[in-house]
């Protein structure tokens, strides 16, 4: 069973920074995606950053040249680091796994959630 917990919430000002961690237990494929969502109150959850397998990052744009994800995949980990934290970014920041076999999906994991809340 996968299991993903993650951690690094918080409150914090605006122009702060907060590293979220998120620990995986459980089968990774070696096809995987790992990537970090969030969901403000009355919105749709949306997903901020993901990390191929293979290294290659995406970043939804509002989040750009702020936050980097990366991955130690020795330790089952992924990260979010967020710099210059704007309100609008608080929210329930969920992270998840998807993992790939021949192609298809073959498992969509998620996390319980952090809270992340940027005071003006």
């Known amino acids: 069973q996968v299991q993903l917990v993650e951690s690094g919430g918080g409150l914090v000002q605006a122009g702060g920074s907060l590293r979220l961690s998120c620990g995986v237990s459980?089968?990774?494929?070696?096809?995987?995606?790992m990537g970090w969502y969030r969901q403000a109150p009355g919105k749709q959850r949306e997903r901020v950053a993901r990390?191929?397998?293979?290294?290659?990052?995406n970043y939804t744009d509002s989040v750009k040249d702020r936050f980097t994800i990366s991955r130690d995949n020795a330790k089952n980990t992924v990260y979010l680091q967020m710099n210059n934290l704007k309100p609008e970014d608080t929210a329930v920041y969920f992270c998840?796994?998807?993992?790939?076999?021949?192609?298809?999906?073959?498992?969509?994991?998620w996390g319980q959630g952090t809270q992340v809340t940027v005071s003006s």
């Open positions: 998840n796994l998807k993992n790939y076999y021949s192609g298809s999906l073959a498992g969509d994991y």
């Open positions: 990390m191929y397998s293979g290294g290659t990052a």
């Open positions: 459980g089968r990774i494929f070696s096809i995987n995606v």
